[in-house]
């Protein structure tokens, strides 16, 4: 292997495709290995932590944790704050990225119709709502956490807020965080950025 290698299910969002954006954006030419579903319970005991996605770099042990390979794409190439107090507090909304999707990740699981229904309209109604009021608050003049240039943490919440805002989950309106104005605008200038959208067209295809 001589060159990174990152490792992700074969589709275009969450974690591993903040990766990508985080490698495409650093300059840094790698593997882009998409691992097919039915092939994912063969793999999955030789990953670190049993989940994707995994950077590879060369020489060195395979890395887990979407968080841990952005902020290490972000120190080496610009895309991370220097200031040990200010890329703190990016890691801190990053980590609530995290915890997010955590409370999401069960009613992805529920089959029965009803259930489903009354578990992401609570959902919608308390976590994501709250989640998005605490982030705004959070925010300053921006477009972006750091002001006006584009961070990792920013590719995070620019993918989670895609995912909520999309309508591909059920029951979660398109408009759960339309009380966070700040956060949209962050999410839509992510989104004009001409290296990420560079990135989403080829990535799509
Ligand atoms: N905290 C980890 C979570 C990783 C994770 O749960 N990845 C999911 C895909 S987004 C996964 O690999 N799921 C398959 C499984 O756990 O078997 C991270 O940020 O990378």
């Given at each position: 292997m001589n060159k990174p290698r990152l490792t992700y299910f074969?589709?275009?969002?969450s974690r591993g495709e903040e990766c990508r954006i985080a490698l495409h954006l650093a300059g840094i030419e790698f593997d882009d290995v998409r691992v097919k579903s039915a092939d994912w319970p063969a793999l999955k005991e030789s990953m670190p932590f049993g989940a994707m996605p995994v950077l590879q770099m060369p020489g060195k042990p395979a890395l887990a944790h979407s968080n841990a390979i952005l902020v290490f794409i972000g120190r080496q190439h610009g895309l991370h704050p220097v200031d040990a107090f200010e890329a703190a507090r990016h890691e801190a909304m990053m980590c609530a990225v995290e915890e997010l999707r955590h409370a999401i990740?069960?009613?992805?699981?529920?089959?029965d119709p009803e259930q489903k229904r009354a578990a992401r309209e609570a959902l919608a109604a308390n976590e994501l709502a709250t989640w998005g009021r605490q982030v705004e608050r959070q925010l300053d003049d921006g477009p972006f956490v750091g002001g006006q240039s584009l961070q990792v943490s920013d590719i995070k919440l620019y993918m989670v807020v895609r995912w909520l805002t999309s309508g591909t989950l059920d029951h979660v309106p398109t408009t759960v965080l339309d009380h966070c104005p700040k956060l949209l605008r962050l999410y839509r200038a992510v989104g004009e950025h001409p290296g990420v959208k560079a990135w989403l067209a080829k990535s799509a295809q």
């Open positions: 074969d589709f275009a969002g990740t069960p009613t992805l699981r529920i089959s």
